[in-house]
């Protein structure tokens, strides 16, 4: 009986042990769901301000953007260099160095985005176009363009692509944004480009 017992014991000890796992896994991926979101929400909000009360399009279509310039960082050398000049050695090693590109790299893409949680203005349409979120006043050809936020291993730093502007005339680049006691800021924008 007595082994029994202990049997029993260690057994709760296990359970209650996999229910703190459990628990604390859930709140760590609400948490960064939630980040997630509000690093979308930020950059399609910053986008805005250069067009007021224009009618827009806003599509999730920027992941191999995002993830060829990750590749870009990884093998070329002068774009390595360029960016720790304007980062400074500190916040490049951050984002950037060994392992940390591969956490970015290895960040899944937006295809599994919730339209709810985007929020923008009342004035957009929501519609969902090949599993991607894409939110319409018809008749619009400007667009806002963003790929998934991707987070360093400490979420201290997200990146997203951004694109903004008129069909022949965009804009754009890579927003970095810096958690800063539990608040996202804007930090600065990298690899930005005219077409």
Sequence with gaps: MRFYSQGINAMRIIIYLFLILFISCSSTYNHLESDFYTIINMQIERNLENFNGQKVNIKTNLDDYIVRYFDKIDTDDFTNCALREKLGNAVFSQIFQDQNLQFLKGQKGNEMLDSTLIKVADKFEVSWNSNKISRT????????????????????????????????AMEGGISVFLNKNGEWIYYTSLDAWIE
């Design 137 to 168: 006043y018809l008749n619009s050809s400007f667009s806002i363009n963003v790929s998934s936020p991707k987070f360093t291993s400490k979420e201290n730093y997200a990146l997203i692509g951004f694109a903004y502007g008129y069909e022949e």
